[in-house]
């Protein structure tokens, strides 16, 4: 990365968790779709990735998304990851949703919705942004489909055995319950929660690149607490998603509650139709709702609810001299 390049960012939090969003500063990148302008990013930009979401300018968590043109609908975005690119972010897509608005890209303010299109590596989705008194009230994205490839896969790891659903929910995922592995969907429970969550994907993720988990082709991205609980207003699904050893999701994770959507309806806990809310550890909630897709009893189509907030306008900088130009990551 040259010196003195300027990048532009728009930064917002979705229930806690991050996204940058570059706005300017981005070389032009080639490609006839998303996908393939990720991949041609990666092969040649990534140092622009690890400079914006690695420290000292970010940390473990930081999400990035990277804004392209799109043949097929009306934006184009990938998303970046600390340690790997994403294949759908659901959290980065309320807060990218937000942004567009902040910039007045998606209609008048005074609007009660916009709605758009948005190609991302994994398909395309449709958002839905509601306003109340000009101001972003709720973000509703349709996600791609969701399903269950695998159920009750054995996976042993730091002198614990528990038992793991492998989901699709724009992103891959072992659904393990909380109580069984020990873990307190609590903020005091989270250090714990990524060294057991970390030592479990890494085994799941052996015994997949194995072949011992029929219908698991790809390994997961993650491992996804969960712990269902009932109130006045229906089930909730309290869940930590837990990426890294060092790297968890703050938000109830919007590609987590579509994959936690698809369990739930496999397992016949609801109905396609049913609507649930999926709470964070700060508890703060997402509304998930398990649509049927017509033609396919196999997967489901997420529509996830959430808002973001913006939290700052950035111009970062590689100053001459810096002897940490691609920034650092401690485990």
């Known amino acids: 990365m040259a010196e003195r390049r300027w990048i532009a960012t728009i930064d917002s939090h979705t229930a806690g968790h991050p996204t940058r969003v570059v706005t300017g500063g981005v070389p032009v990148l080639h490609g006839d779709s998303v996908a393939v302008r990720r991949d041609d990013f990666r092969a040649r930009f990534d140092p622009l990735r690890t400079f914006l ?48 608005d902040h910039m007045g890209l998606i209609g008048p303010s005074d609007a009660p919705e916009s709605t758009f299109t948005l190609e991302v590596p994994a398909g395309i989705v449709t958002v839905h942004v509601t306003r109340r008194g000009g101001t972003v009230a709720a973000v509703t994205f349709e996600n791609v489909p969701a399903r269950v490839v695998a159920t009750d896969v054995a996976v042993s790891a730091g002198g614990l055995t528990v038992s793991a659903d492998v989901v699709w929910g724009g992103n891959w995922y072992g659904l393990v319950p909380a109580e069984a592995a020990g873990i307190v969907l609590e903020p005091r429970g989270v250090s714990h ?23 698991a082709m790809e390994p997961i991205d993650s491992i996804l607490f969960h712990a269902t609980q009932q109130d006045e207003d229906g089930l909730v699904s309290r869940q930590l998603v837990v990426l890294e050893a060092n790297k968890f999701d703050r938000s109830p994770c919007g590609t987590g509650s579509s994959a936690r959507l698809a369990q739930l309806v496999a397992r016949g806990a609801i109905m396609t139709g049913q609507t649930i809310r999926t709470r964070n550890i700060l508890d703060v909630d997402f509304t998930a709702t398990a649509m049927a897709i ?20 950035h111009r970062f900088v590689l100053a001459a001299g810096d002897p940490l130009p691609d920034g650092f990551l401690c485990r």
Do not use: Q, W
Not at 193 to 215: D, F, S, T
Not at 298 to 313: M, S, W, Y
């Open 53 to 100: 979401l690695h420290e000292p300018r970010g940390h473990a968590a930081m999400v990035g998304v990277i804004l392209t043109e799109s043949r097929v609908a009306d934006f184009g975005a990938f998303f970046l990851g600390s340690y790997k690119y994403l294949e759908m972010c659901g959290h980065a897509t309320i807060g990218l949703a937000v942004t567009l």
């Open 193 to 215: 929660a990524m060294a057991i969550g970390a030592a479990l994907k890494a085994r799941l993720n052996a015994r997949i690149v194995a072949g011992e988990v029929p219908g």
């Open 294 to 313: 017509e033609g396919r009893s196999d997967a489901i189509r997420p529509h996830i609810v959430g808002l973001a907030h913006i939290t700052g306008e």
